[in-house]
């Protein structure tokens, strides 16, 4: 396995290195052509670009995807090779296992990376690249991401301070559709966090700024409506969101004007996000009944509770990882043993047919003929169930190619290369 | 009590207990196949529950409730089904523990009951089934409000305080909880009112008079008061969301007195049949 992640290689380099579809063809081709990689599957997402293949020689197979990625990106290969990193054998899989996990993505536990799994097996399915071992390791890895989800809390809680006004507002109310959202002020943090209220139902949102052309501005690309400055009481009182964003020394939101707005209205439940520093509204607001009302700080303190509790959940993780691990590297060591046993019972088979043809013309007739053929195929199982079940077991412990190399001598067959 | 009165009290307590263990663990993990447990444990106590109800029923030849003891074991058994309808529904698993405690204190109350021994003549009218079934349906239906306001007000707390804990990623939304509640506050209604004119008429069939001041009347009037008086108030604007949920709370507090007078003073003429106490 060799790839970039967002941890080796910033995202200039990471532009630079991602297969693009047309790109992705062009590398299948190259993949499918070399004769050192057997299998292969590449896993391209924006924040990382990894090649996973099967090969009998690693070093020589991990030097020819070097290359092809220097030829597909028409680009030396130095410039890039201190931000891949390289995994043979166990780590690799553990990395594959991982990566489809959530535990090696950006935001630990997200969800997206094992669709994106999924993707990248499946493109290699349709394009020939992958067989048995990497069918497998990527069934698996899939199978390990479910298990993770459903096994721990590892994707719960908030991220980033917007996710954190999404959650609670989804604890407050029911169905982000019916909310109406204001948004007092047209900066960025403001926007960030509207944008993703509408990602969660948000339909009804409304943008009101002091300096109008702004607000404007923001409201085109946020496909919002605008408020005007001197109407914004009016409109506190029909909203269930308010998200305020204003650089102002002086409190937006004082606690007689809120009041009074919502006594106009009736209404009495209102979640106000105030992610001003100073903050925008005042520390009494939060003390009429039936608001709620966060700042910025403490949407950060949630993120960091919520952060913490991930990582406890991590640490589940990487032993369910673990045992996953363990279950394919156990299937594919045993996998090494299936040559060398049918060399030897091809080799016996020979030692058999050569015997009975010797006395064939002794033999009467037929039906002689069969029985000694009979009895000598039903030996020759017997006598190589034992030595079968032991080397499958011996390959899973210490030194497989030691273990085959000893069965072969043992047993005079001729040595031979893995794979 | 003998074996086979023990099912339907003493032995679903205990069942709902195991339960209650389980959707506590659910509560505290999160893990979906121990939610799946805890639902199995309650859906194969609830059916433990009702087979053990039908069964003390043809037993003796009549059918539960007689008496405070079954009556109370009904009113948890269909607060149990209320709750896994509301489950299954929208999958709000985080309302099971809340609901158990509830269920587990009416099924302590009515095991100390038990069954009733004699099945006095009044409880033999045509009118008395019906009578029964929607008292007990409207009290299950308060106290799966009593719950769910519970519900509303702890969240409420943690979220004004923002201190979100466990409670918020196990709950629905405030305003999920409040349409609940509205729902499940106006069904009891529904079938208090129902089940008070069907008594009354069985009063006059029985002693000659629609309405007699017995204490177990006035306390079920007084129920009826507060819940009409709470649901009139939520119609204001402004008596929403924790309001709304203090006054279920307290009108429910009229059912717990009701539970318990009943209990205490058994020389009401509106007493149930014979208890085994």
């Keep these: ?419 | 009590m003998e074996f086979g009165q023990l099912l339907p009290f003493w032995g679903a307590t205990a069942l709902y207990g195991v339960s209650l263990g389980f959707y506590v663990q659910w509560f505290r993990a999160g893990a979906a196949a121990v939610g799946r447990r805890a639902s199995v444990a309650l859906w194969v106590a609830a059916g433990t529950h009702l087979l053990g109800l039908a069964l003390l029923g043809f037993g003796r030849g009549f059918g539960p409730p007689t008496g405070l003891g079954e009556s109370l074991s009904l009113v948890a058994l269909s607060t149990v089904l209320v709750y896994l309808y509301l489950e299954a529904r929208g999958n709000e698993r985080g309302l099971g523990p809340f609901a158990l405690v509830l269920v587990i204190a009416f099924m302590v109350k009515a095991s100390t009951i038990g069954p009733a021994l004699e099945v006095e003549p009044l409880l033999r009218e045509h009118l008395y089934g019906p009578h029964a079934s929607a008292i007990i349906l409207a009290m299950s239906g308060f106290a799966i409000s009593a719950v769910l306001s519970v519900a509303y007000l702890a969240q409420y707390r943690q979220l004004r305080d923002k201190k979100p804990g466990l409670l918020m990623r196990r709950l629905p939304s405030l305003q999920g909880l409040d349409g609940m509640t509205r729902r499940a506050t106006r069904l009891g209604f529904v079938f208090l009112t129902i089940g008070m004119v069907l008594g009354s008429l069985l009063a006059h069939r029985a002693w000659g008079e629609y309405w007699s001041w017995d204490p177990k009347q006035c306390i079920t009037l007084l129920t009826w008061l507060l819940y009409g008086a709470a649901m009139m108030l939520r119609r204001r604007r402004d008596w929403q969301g924790e309001r709304v949920a203090a006054s279920n709370l307290v009108a429910f507090s009229s059912v717990v007195v009701g539970i318990l007078m009943i209990s205490w003073f058994f020389d009401s003429a509106h007493r149930f049949g014979v208890t085994a106490s």
């Design chain 1, 1 to 419: 396995m060799l790839g970039q992640n967002h941890r080796t290689a910033p995202v200039e380099l990471r532009e630079k290195l991602a297969v693009t579809p047309e790109k992705r063809d062009a590398l299948a081709e190259m993949l499918m052509c070399d004769r050192f990689i057997t299998e292969s599957a590449v896993l391209s997402t924006c924040n990382r670009m990894e090649v996973y293949a099967v090969s009998d020689d690693p070093h020589r197979g991990r030097a020819r995807i070097d290359g092809m990625l220097a030829e597909l990106h028409g680009v030396s290969s130095s410039s890039w090779t201190d931000t891949l990193y390289f995994r043979e054998e166990d780590d690799a899989v553990r990395h594959l296992f991982r990566v489809a996990s959530g535990l090696d993505s950006m935001v630990l536990g997200e969800g997206q990376i094992l669709a994106q799994v999924r993707d990248a097996h499946d493109w290699a399915k349709d394009h020939a690249l992958s067989r048995e071992v990497l069918h497998r390791a990527f069934d698996e890895a899939v199978a390990c991401g479910k298990r993770v989800r459903t096994d721990t809390q590892i994707s719960e809680g908030a991220v980033s301070v917007a996710s954190a006004a999404v959650s609670l507002s989804r604890k407050i109310f029911d169905d982000l559709a019916g909310q109406s959202v204001l948004l007092i002020g047209a900066g960025d943090t403001g926007a960030r966090t509207a944008r993703h209220l509408q990602m969660f139902g948000v339909r009804d949102l409304r943008v009101c700024n002091r300096t109008r052309s702004r607000a404007e501005t923001l409201a085109h690309e946020l496909n919002a409506s605008v408020v005007p400055w001197d109407q914004l009481d009016d409109h506190l009182s029909e909203v269930g969101i308010v998200v305020t964003a204003v650089h102002s020394p002086e409190p937006v939101l004082t606690e007689s004007r809120v009041k009074a707005a919502l006594k106009e209205a009736g209404r009495r439940t209102l979640f106000v996000i105030d992610l001003a520093v100073p903050r925008n509204v005042h520390a009494d607001v939060a003390k009429i009944p039936g608001l709620f009302v966060y700042d910025v700080d403490d949407l950060q303190k949630l993120v960091l509770d919520d952060e913490d509790s991930r990582r406890a959940e991590a640490l589940k993780a990487e032993e369910i990882v673990d045992d996953q691990v363990r279950h394919f590297v156990q299937w594919y060591r045993a996998r090494a043993a299936v040559p060398t046993l049918n060399d030897l019972r091809m080799q016996l088979e020979c030692v058999r047919q050569a015997e009975v043809e010797a006395i064939r013309n002794k033999l009467g007739d037929d039906a002689d003929l069969e029985l000694v053929d009979r009895v000598t195929r039903r030996l020759l199982n017997k006598v190589l169930h034992c030595p079968t079940t032991e080397l499958k077991r011996r390959v899973l412990e210490s030194d497989p190619d030691q273990q085959l190399r000893d069965f072969r001598s043992l047993f005079g067959l001729e040595p031979r290369e893995r794979g």
